[in-house]
């Protein structure tokens, strides 16, 4: 089945230590996203890319960084600079080339990070 | 950025037909209006897509209204599954560059009673 794979479920981090989260698609999807879900609130753009080698900041980048090395892996680093990274942590990806009327965006089942 | 405005909350009954407004006033041209469901520690899941009049599939139905300024998402016969948060979302979805001008709000948290 085709689909987005976010791994692991969950994660802890102590303080001041780097981690990262996992994403892989095998949709053929040329875009991927990640977002940021604090508890009741809605999703927060982290960081957007297109192709390969290429990627662009979402609304809440700082502290986080990402790579785009394959057109199926779109991992995502939180780093020590990320002072509040508890929160949990979704992976989406779309065909993005702009063909009207296309179903958007297919979301990962999502990491919860927890700082410990 | 089309900011969208829907209910914090909403109760319903088992076997009852549920409908979850939301305003868009400043809906663009080229915006399509995506609904989209979120179980708790799930990803969002796409229920139902629509640009104008009224579509329809197997889960919902989409009612958009001439002037494109709202929208309403029809739950028909609604059970305790259908326990989720509700998003609506304007944008032209299909466009990668669009992604920083999708805003995902707090949704609608639809609670289905026995």
């Known amino acids: 089945d085709g689909g987005i794979t976010q791994s692991p479920k969950y994660l802890f981090r102590k303080e001041g230590q780097n981690v990262t989260l996992s994403c892989e698609q095998n949709?053929?999807?040329?875009?991927m996203y990640w977002y940021r879900q604090d508890p009741g609130q809605g999703l927060r753009l982290i960081y957007y890319?297109?192709?390969?080698?290429?990627?662009q900041k979402g609304d809440i980048a700082e502290g986080y960084s990402v790579s785009r090395e394959k057109k199926e892996s779109f991992p995502l680093t939180v780093t020590s600079a990320q002072k509040n990274p508890t929160a949990f942590y979704l992976c989406?990806?779309?065909?993005?080339?702009?063909?009207?009327?296309?179903?958007?965006?297919?979301f990962g089942s999502g990491t919860r990070l927890t700082v410990v | 950025l089309a900011k969208t405005t829907q209910p914090i909350s909403m109760d319903s009954y088992e076997g009852q037909e549920v409908n979850i407004t939301c305003s868009h006033n400043?809906?663009?041209?080229?915006?399509?209006i995506t609904w989209y469901q979120q179980f708790p520690s799930q990803g969002p899941r796409f229920i139902i897509q629509g640009y104008k009049t009224k579509v329809t599939n197997e889960v919902a139905s989409l009612f958009i209204p001439a002037d494109r300024k709202s929208s309403t998402l029809s739950l028909p016969r609604v059970s305790l599954s259908d326990t989720a948060v509700y998003y609506c979302l304007v944008g032209d979805l299909g466009r990668w560059s669009s992604a920083s001008k999708i805003i995902f709000g707090s949704g609608t948290r639809l609670s289905i009673r026995p």
């Open positions: 949709l053929n999807h040329d875009a």
């Open positions: 989406a990806s779309s065909d993005g080339t702009g063909t009207p009327e296309v179903y958007g965006y297919t």
């Open positions: 400043n809906i663009a041209t080229n915006d399509y």
């Open positions: 890319s297109q192709i390969v080698n290429d990627f």
